[in-house]
């Protein structure tokens, strides 16, 4: 079991940058891929990055890509997401998974584990 924590939301101007961070009681990282997902308003869930459990593979949305970068993972116990250059479209609360085992790692359905979200709201 392993439970998950989100930290770092927030409300910032469009342009702007902000750094969550995922961090994990129970079991290290080492043994899970890692993903964000965020989920605005009247919209479902979606992927927005992951990181392998070797920490040597990341993914990323292509509405995030060049914008937004994960790390951490490889027995380290927290996952970071910086987010830079931020959008109003942005603006959602965002999610760290857990996963044992995954074949596509944009499918939230493959996550086992779930923290509670953060809020990120970026104004224009």
């Known amino acids: 079991q392993v439970q998950l924590v989100e930290f770092g939301g927030g409300l910032v101007q469009a342009g702007g940058s902000l750094r969550l961070s995922c961090a994990a009681s129970?079991?290290?990282?080492?043994?899970?891929?890692m993903g964000w997902f965020r989920q605005a308003p009247g919209k479902e869930r979606e992927f927005v990055a992951a990181?392998?459990?070797?920490?040597?593979?990341?993914y990323y949305a292509d509405s995030v890509k060049g914008r937004f970068t994960i790390s951490g993972g490889n027995a380290k116990n927290t996952v970071d997401l910086q987010m830079d250059s931020l959008r109003p479209e942005d603006t959602a609360v965002y999610y760290c998974?857990?996963?044992?085992?995954?074949?596509?790692?944009?499918?939230?359905?493959?996550?086992?584990?779930w923290g509670q979200g953060t809020q990120v709201t970026v104004s224009s």
């Open positions: 998974a857990a996963a044992v085992a995954l074949i596509d790692y944009t499918q939230d359905r493959g996550y086992n584990y």
């Open positions: 990181i392998s459990r070797s920490g040597g593979t990341t």
């Open positions: 129970g079991r290290t990282f080492s043994r899970y891929h």
